[in-house]
């Protein structure tokens, strides 16, 4: 079976679709392919939505043979759209109007009021064979359904997908078990005799004539000729030599045969590659008056096109074009249009001629855009090179090339229906040929299929990095030249799809995976998160004076509202007192937060630092709220968000009126957690990342060890507890565990320990304590940390690069996403905001934030030879808003030293391929010196022989001349004896 039909599994749509559960109780995509003929008209709003329900109740009444139920189901003189749905469940694959055909001659009639209703004798079921009902009439000998079909203008002479069969060839599948019906499916295809075609050829380019001499069946060999079939095509009866005619045969016509010219264009011309035949026929169809575009256009499975293009027949899609074949035209079933049937194959010369086609109709973009049933684009099919075998005409890397040629009407990152890219396809193959032509078009790596599975995983670092080397180039090759100028180009950064990227979304990725970490050193990415983040330091410095303001603002107000402690008893009035007493202690005290009266002279500066607090407290508590609304996944993955929802949440504490000692222990812990944010703000630094990430690398996996080992304190603190218990720093359970905690610490005060109470076991205790808990796990910890910080040491260039590329993503992904998408980024550009928020974004943040909107055609010049206000150019547009970006050398060093490296590798592979020519050369010479020197060794036994002979030849004439025997070839017959 062909291998476009193997998998079909549903329909592609051409109206909108409903998702409803089907009389199968499975949930079904119900969809619909409409189909366009004289007899059809649709309903008056094309993007009505079908009705599921109406659909199983059609198709329980088609399927029973209810006739009233149908006819109320489908209102007098109006064309439902639900009679042409094609049902994808795997017990049906077809119209009702299949449905019907298959259940054979008592559902004639059903099958005549759909048809009184509009549905299309001609459609294609989702089978391999693409059958017509009519198809399904003729296999099974349905004469009263062929007729009613016929009657509604089904095309007699249709062919099915397998085979290429009509119903001309089915109906002898079954023809001596139903002789009786056979013979009427037979006569009434022969009424028709001014369309049906008694000379077509299938696949195999059997006839129904040489067909029915194969079978036997005489009947129709006499009724086929006497309505024109011809028994002289002596092509055919090459091919099926055995086959004889049955005796006696009338050969008289009595039927004047019609001339078919879309079935002769395809037997006679493109099936047999027969291009002279091809344009004999069409110049016949000029001569005759027929409609050219209907003959051409016209479905035999395949259009002509697209047979053409299938089959890699060049010269045929040229001439076909030439006679306005519709490039755009698709295959019923599979939605193959012909520029997906010649991109599977990679016949880059049929795409050309088609591209060019579409360019002159102004249909380009509709062309390059059609999708199959998969979702798979003219892109797609090229970078998977489904046929590897080698081909004239076949060149898939052409191929790619001529559509890239029109790169701004293909989106490289569209999706099939597995949610892959042609990305996804390319990076499968070994040489991954073309992965760098797509990243070079703006293919994005970070786009995840339904699997999960994203391109960059697949795609090598090696590539990757030869990539980013090929967007440094030079300009006046002398380094030496003052106008000495280097470009780096940054297509591949620019989103290719405005709406759903950001242009740091790619570095996560590399920032992400192990092996690719590496590449983010690149000057090419380096310069780029330079350039980037210079946009952003206004915005990093602003935030870091603000928070600094509120930070001083929130300690004085603690230290002066809320860090006086002095004794008071119950009666003062002012006063907030907390009775603190120790267990066992004999005496107690109280002790008081001394609040300053309302009307005391600190009652302003209390109000003016409450009012900056909760102003900022509010200021914080929007964004927040913000961000969390763009991308609420990625909000709660960062610690950052989590303390400063703590900042928020104990910030409103301050001026409320509650108990004394709990609001002092939030206003602890609030100075605790705004110090800590303090810490990680100053870690978004590039310059100070390296140290912030130390600490909360070493502290995480501190606290990774330390929970693995808990298990150890708790039984430590509890046999303590057992066996110290007169102690009072081991009275009560939790006591002794925080005793334990500082013991672990170093603070072992071994003579304060009550170790004579049980002489044995304390002292044992405590000795296995000092070994596992002082000596091993301590050790152990500090081992850890020591072996962290040396690594992250080792990476602290890179933990710098991961820390920019984070922050300038989440920037990114806030002030620039649509709150109403599921992705964590959203659109570029400052004119694409999608809500008033974003737009209150675009004032907070600097309008210079995507690089494309203001770079010279992508690019960024360098000029290492100028003065230093010269050295590079950036933005080639008048930005008068964006910050100026300023350079250091060393990225015109590292850029330089990129080139240097590529050209050093270039020099030795130049070198190596020179050593290699020398090499062959030497051994060439060797080989010719071997040759000459065995030519003068067979000259010289040449020379040697020919001496012997002349020798040999000298010494016979001298024996000759002297012996009376002449020698045996002097001797003649007369001269020997006579032996009786």
């Known amino acids: 079976m062909d291998q476009d039909y193997e998998e079909l599994t549903s329909i592609s749509t051409m109206e909108a679709g409903t998702t409803g559960t089907t009389a199968y109780g499975s949930t079904e995509n119900i969809q619909l392919r409409s189909h366009t003929t004289n007899s059809t008209a649709m309903m008056d709003d094309p993007t009505a939505t079908l009705s599921v329900r109406l659909l199983q109740e059609l198709h329980e009444a088609v399927k029973m043979g209810s006739i009233s139920k149908l006819r109320a189901l489908l209102p007098d003189d109006q064309t439902l759209r639900e009679v042409n749905h094609i049902f994808s469940a795997d017990d049906i694959r077809g119209s009702l109007l299949h449905v019907a055909a298959k259940a054979g001659d008592e559902r004639s009639e059903v099958a005549e009021i759909l048809l009184e209703h509009g549905a299309n004798p001609n459609a294609r079921d989702l089978s391999g064979s693409k059958y017509c009902p009519i198809h399904y009439a003729a296999e099974r000998l349905q004469p009263q ?131 002279r035949r091809f344009k004999e026929i069409l110049s016949d169809i000029d001569q005759s008056g027929e409609n050219k575009s209907t003959i051409i256009d016209e479905d035999y499975g395949k259009t002509l096109l697209q047979y053409a293009c299938d089959r890699g027949h060049t010269e045929f899609v040229e001439e076909l074009l030439k006679n306005n074949a519709d490039p755009l035209k698709e295959d019923m079933t599979t939605l193959y249009s012909p520029l997906l049937y010649a991109s599977r194959k990679g016949y880059n010369k049929i795409i050309e001629h088609l591209t060019n086609s579409m360019k002159v109709s102004d249909n380009l973009e509709k062309g390059l855009t059609k999708k199959d049933k998969k979702g798979e684009t003219a892109l797609h099919k090229i970078v998977k090179q489904e046929y590897k075998t080698k081909e004239e005409g076949r060149n898939y890397e052409a191929s790619f090339i001529i559509l890239m040629k029109y790169q701004n009407y293909i989106n490289v990152d569209e999706q099939d229906d597995f949610g892959c890219t042609a990305l996804h ?153 907390i009775d603190f007493s120790e267990r066992n202690s004999t005496d107690s005290y109280n002790i008081s937060i001394d609040y300053e009266n309302e009307n005391s002279s600190n009652f302003p500066l209390k109000i003016f630092l409450l009012t900056i607090i909760c102003l900022y407290t509010v200021f914080i508590a929007i964004r927040e709220i913000v961000q969390c609304c763009v991308s609420w996944k990625l909000y709660f993955k960062r610690i950052e968000n989590w303390l400063e929802m703590a900042i928020v949440i104990l910030s409103v504490a301050l001026p409320l009126s509650i108990n004394c000692k709990v609001q002092q222990s939030l206003i602890a812990w609030l100075i605790l957690i705004t110090w800590t944010e303090f810490i990680f703000l100053l870690g978004y630094h590039p310059n100070l990342a390296n140290y912030v990430n130390m600490f909360t690398k070493v502290s995480f996996n501190f606290l990774k060890f330390i929970t693995m080992f808990s298990f150890m304190f708790i039984a430590f603190s509890l046999s303590f507890y057992l066996v110290f218990q007169i102690n009072d720093e081991f009275k009560t359970y939790h006591q002794s565990l925080l005793r334990t905690f500082a013991m672990s610490t170093g603070e072992l005060e071994y003579p304060d320990l009550p170790l004579s109470s049980f002489p044995v076991s304390s002292h044992l205790l405590y000795t296995i304590f000092i070994f596992l808990i002082i000596l091993v796990l301590m050790n152990l910890l500090n081992g850890l940390a020591v072996s962290d910080i040396s690594l992250l040491q080792k990476e602290a260039e890179i933990v710098s690069y991961k820390s920019r590329v984070e922050l300038l993503s989440y920037l990114e992904s806030i002030f620039l996403a649509s709150f109403t998408s599921n992705n964590t980024t959203g659109v570029c550009g400052s004119s694409l905001y999608k809500n008033p928020l974003m737009k209150l974004g675009s004032l907070i943040i600097p309008k210079g934030l995507m690089l494309h909107d203001c770079l010279d055609e992508q690019r960024v010049r360098l000029f290492p030879n100028k003065c230093k206000s010269e050295k590079w150019k950036i933005c080639g547009k008048n930005c008068e808003n964006h910050p100026k970006s300023n350079l250091n050398a060393s990225h015109i060093d590292s850029a330089l030293a990129v080139l240097q490296a590529v050209h050093n590798n270039t020099d030795a592979s130049f070198t190596q391929l020179t050593e290699r020519i020398a090499s062959m050369d030497e051994s060439l010479n060797i080989l010719q010196q071997q040759n000459n020197t065995m030519d003068a060794a067979m000259n010289i036994l040449q020379h040697q022989n020919n001496n012997m002979d002349t020798a040999i030849k000298h010494l016979t004439e001298i024996v000759e001349k002297n012996t009376l025997i002449p020698s045996p070839s002097k001797v003649t017959e007369k001269s020997l004896p006579d032996i009786e």
């Open 145 to 275: 359904i062929m007729k009613v079909l016929l009657k509604g203008e089904a095309n007699p002479n249709v062919r099915e997908g397998d085979h290429g069969r009509t119903p001309l060839h089915l109906i002898l599948r079954n023809w001596q078990r139903k002789e009786k019906e056979f013979k009427e499916c037979l006569e009434i295809l022969l009424e028709q005799h001014e369309k049906v075609n008694v000379d077509s050829q299938d696949d195999k380019l059997a006839t129904p004539l040489f067909l029915a001499i194969d079978r036997k069946c005489d009947y129709m060999v006499q009724k086929i000729i006497e309505h024109g079939a011809n028994p002289q095509n002596e092509r055919i009866k090459s091919t099926f030599t055995n086959l004889k005619f049955p005796l006696p045969l009338n050969k008289e016509v009595k039927v004047k045969k019609i001339r078919h010219f879309g079935d002769e264009l395809l037997d006679e011309g493109l099936k047999p590659n027969d291009l």
């Open 425 to 577: 396809y390319a990076v499968l193959w070994e040489d991954q040929k073309f992965v760098r032509h797509l990243l070079f078009s703006g293919a994005h790596w970070g786009i995840a299929n339904i699997a999960g599975n994203i391109a960059i995983k697949n795609i090598k670092s090696e590539l990757v990095e030869e990539i980013l080397n090929d967007c440094i180039d030079l300009k006046n090759q002398d380094p030496d030249f003052q106008k000495f100028e280097i470009t780096l180009n940054y297509c591949m950064f620019v989103p290719s799809n405005l709406n759903n990227n950001t242009e740091t979304e790619r570095l996560m990725y590399l920032s992400n995976l192990q092996s690719h970490q590496s590449l983010l050193c690149h000057p090419i990415i380096d310069i780029f998160l330079f350039l980037k983040w210079q946009r952003i330091a206004p915005l990093y410095y602003i935030n870091i004076l603000t928070y600094s303001i509120y930070l001083v603002t929130l300690t004085a107000y603690s230290l002066n509202f809320h860090g006086t402690f002095q004794e008071c008893d119950s009666s003062m009035a002012n006063s907030t007192v």
